[in-house]
C-alpha cells in the first residue's frame, strides 16, 4: 500500500523540482555576484564540450575556442544549473527508493532467518524426544525380556519340582 505512494511521492518531487529549477536559471540571471561566478563555469563547460565534439567528430582540437558572450554564459550556466538541480533531485529520489527497498529486503531476510531459527529448535526438539522415545523403548524391550526370561524360568522350576515331586511319591 505504501510502495504506490511512495512512487507518486518521489514523481510529484521531481515534478516540483523543475519550477525551481526555472527560479534557479532566473536568480542566475539577475543576480550579479551569482552571474559573475557562473559565467566561468559556463566558459569552461563550453570549452570543455567543444574540445570532446571536436574530438568525436575527427576534427582540429588544437585550434583556439571563442569564449561565448556574457549573456550566453550566463544562459548555458543558469541552464546547467537547472539542469544540474533536477538531476540531483531525481538522483536523491533514486537512492532514496534503492535504501528503501534495500531496508525492506533485509527486513524480510530477518524474517526469514528467524523462522530458519525456529525451524531448527522445532527439529532439535523432535530429535530429542525421538532419542528419548528410543531410550525408553529399549528399556521397555529389556524389561518385557528379563520378565519374559523370569516366567520361563519360574515355569521350569515349577514343572522341575513337578517331576521331583512326581517322582518322589512314586
Do not use: C, W
Given at each position: 500500500?505504501?510502495?504506490?505512494f511512495?512512487?507518486?511521492?518521489?514523481?510529484?518531487?521531481?515534478?516540483?523540482?523543475?519550477?525551481?529549477?526555472?527560479?534557479?536559471?532566473?536568480?542566475?540571471?539577475?543576480?550579479?555576484?551569482?552571474?559573475?561566478?557562473i559565467?566561468?563555469?559556463?566558459?569552461?563547460?563550453h570549452w570543455v564540450?567543444?574540445?570532446?565534439?571536436?574530438?568525436i567528430?575527427?576534427?582540429?582540437?588544437?585550434?583556439?575556442?571563442?569564449?561565448?558572450?556574457?549573456?550566453r554564459a550566463?544562459?548555458?550556466?543558469?541552464?546547467?544549473i537547472?539542469?544540474?538541480?533536477?538531476?540531483?533531485v531525481?538522483g536523491?529520489?533514486?537512492?532514496?527508493?534503492?535504501?528503501?527497498?534495500?531496508r525492506?529486503?533485509?527486513?524480510?531476510?530477518?524474517?526469514r532467518?528467524q523462522?530458519?531459527?525456529?525451524?531448527?529448535?522445532?527439529?532439535?526438539?523432535?530429535?530429542?524426544?525421538?532419542?528419548?522415545?528410543?531410550q525408553?523403548?529399549?528399556?521397555?524391550?529389556?524389561?518385557?525380556?528379563?520378565?519374559a526370561?523370569?516366567?520361563?524360568?519360574?515355569?521350569?522350576?515349577?514343572?522341575?519340582?513337578?517331576?521331583?515331586?512326581?517322582?518322589?511319591?512314586?
Open positions: 500500500m505504501s510502495l504506490p511512495m512512487k507518486l511521492g518521489t514523481l510529484a518531487l521531481r515534478t516540483l523540482s523543475k519550477p525551481i529549477a526555472n527560479r534557479l536559471r532566473k536568480e542566475a540571471a539577475i543576480n550579479p555576484k551569482f552571474r559573475t561566478s559565467i566561468g563555469i559556463a566558459q569552461t563547460n564540450t567543444t574540445t570532446i565534439q571536436r574530438r567528430y575527427g576534427r582540429a582540437t588544437n585550434v583556439e575556442i571563442r569564449p561565448l558572450n556574457e549573456e550566463v544562459q548555458v550556466a543558469g541552464d546547467l537547472g539542469e544540474l538541480f533536477v538531476f540531483t531525481a536523491a529520489a533514486l537512492i532514496f527508493e534503492v535504501q528503501r527497498s534495500a525492506s529486503e533485509a527486513r524480510k531476510e530477518e524474517i532467518k523462522e530458519i531459527e525456529v525451524m531448527k529448535q522445532r527439529d532439535d526438539n523432535l530429535t530429542k524426544q525421538i532419542e528419548l522415545l528410543k525408553k523403548l529399549n528399556k521397555l524391550e529389556q524389561v518385557t525380556k528379563e520378565n526370561l523370569a516366567r520361563v524360568l519360574r515355569k521350569e522350576n515349577s514343572q522341575t519340582k513337578d517331576v521331583k515331586s512326581a517322582i518322589s511319591s512314586s
